[in-house]
């Protein structure tokens, strides 16, 4: 089972983009998935959630601002950021709760990319 992140880049203050992460491999199904991020310096920090059934978790630097959504069927969740500010600089890091065929239940990382919101 692999978790892919792509879509980061460096982007001007008050930009936008879209993060974006695919799960694959022997998966029977995709629980919950989310994004966390982490600054120079600084601890990994919870940034948006999604659940199976669609409920989402904002941390509260982020609200307004982020909006977690996923495609069951590709197996893929999505972090539209907007209004970027130089502090949203970090890796971000997908992660998803899996149920595989083969090896159980288990929290998946994926590699991370980087955002860095810069003018």
């Known amino acids: 089972v692999q978790l892919q992140a792509s879509g980061g880049g460096l982007v001007q203050p008050g930009g936008s983009l879209r993060l974006s992460c695919a799960a694959s491999?022997?998966?029977?199904?995709?629980?919950?998935m989310g994004w966390h991020r982490q600054a120079p310096g600084k601890q990994r920090e919870l940034v948006a959630a999604?659940?199976?059934?669609?409920?989402?978790t904002y941390a509260d630097s982020v609200k307004g601002r982020f909006t977690i959504s996923r495609d069951s069927a590709r197996k893929t969740a999505y972090l539209q950021m907007n209004s970027l500010k130089p502090e949203d600089t970090a890796v971000y890091y997908c992660n998803a709760d899996i149920l595989t065929f083969y090896d159980g239940r288990g929290g998946y990382w994926g590699r991370g990319t980087l955002v860095t919101v810069s003018s």
């Open positions: 491999g022997s998966i029977f199904r995709v629980n919950d």
């Open positions: 999604i659940t199976i059934g669609g409920s989402t």
